[in-house]
């Protein structure tokens, strides 16, 4: 039986030893593989099969010294090295930490089955902190990649498994996790509901990085129930409270997204230049690379759209992404006067929307679709936003200026 099956495919799809994906995916199933005889045998694998040992270190030495992938799998293989018991609780960091760093690179399919790998051996192991760890990251990559069931039924078992070890935290993330799930089906009543209670929950325990996170949600709530205000300003609170940078980019990337709703498009063009340059998560640079297209669209730039456009055209998007991106283009393509291109694009979007549930894209296409090129209209600026909205509009203006300062100076070679 062929394990790990998602790198054998991986490796297929690349063909070419020479695609820079080929060597840091080579050097992940190797060490998946030792991993497993590691925990299967004893930790007396990685001392008796030193040749074994040596061209595992060897495939991990091909890949790029720039990739992070590198230090992270170097630091597994030492960690093996140094145990004296082959148990996932003293490698588990290190895999965590590779499945972010696949995550952050955009390989969900890897990153999805590095913490299924996780799951199953905690489980395994009787290890319920490390199994709910592994399916709360799990759920998240499910719900990115458009398969809410699984995610939904990710989040329920989380909620079921921490409430009978008393693991508030983890019932209360888990909890989250399922609002969003909710969002995504489009039931946005029972979401508004539901958010509500878990404010107070989240705040009675003092859980302030969850409560960044609830904030952000009610962010985007705001957005799809046409508050674009409101949006702006919960996203900017939950900047007071996040400290994950990757966490923070989505909030950047959700205010970027209301500004242009409020016809405010410097700030949002200031926002999402920034994490287009910044953003760890390749997703997230996606993101504001539609976001900067769909800003071109209001202002009627159609030079701007194409060149973002043809950008993403190739880009590995996950599925919800794309359906946007699809989605966006349409917009474009009405704007600029090629209704037939943009039905096209508007019949991918709606494939990819059900085929993972999505009933709020799905929303959102009818819409285009019934107000077609009428509905595309350049946003006009008001003459005046409430000044909280100015203040954080120019809050981000002078973050940009700052983040491209310091770009320059790094491009010249000055130590900051």
Known sequence: MITHTPYFEVLASVEDETNPEWKPTLAGLVVLRLVDDWLDMGAQVVTTDVTGLRAVRGAIADISEGNPIRSILGGLID??????????????SHFFAYGQALSYAGQWQLAQHVFTNIRDRAEAAKDQEIMIQATLRLAFLLRRSGDLRAADEAYSFVMQTAETTGDVESYLRGKFGRVGVV??????????????????????????ELHGRVLHERAYLSQLQGNMSASVRFGYQALEYISDSVARDRVLAQI??????????????????????????????????????????????????????????????????????????????FKFGHPALAQEELSKARQLAENHGSNQLIFEIDTVEVEQAASIKQTKEPHSWPAEIVSIASAIGEWRQFQETVTAKNNEGVVL
């Open 79 to 92: 960690a093996l090295e140094q145990a004296e018991v082959a148990m996932m609780s003293l490698v588990s």
């Open 183 to 208: 969002v995504d089906q489009g039931d946005l009543p029972t979401a508004d509901l539901m958010l509500d209670k878990l404010t107070h929950e989240v705040q009675a325990h003092g859980l302030t």
């Open 256 to 333: 970027a997204l209301s500004f242009a709703g409020l016809g405010h498009l410097q700030a949002s063009r200031d926002a999402n230049l920034i994490l287009a340059s910044t953003a760890q998560q390749q997703e997230i640079r996606w993101n504001a690379l539609i976001n900067l297209m769909y800003v071109a669209i209001l202002e009627e730039h159609e030079l701007a759209f194409e060149q973002y456009r043809c950008s993403l055209e190739q880009a590995s998007l996950p599925p919800r992404l794309e359906a946007i991106y699809r989605l966006d283009v349409a917009r474009g393509f």
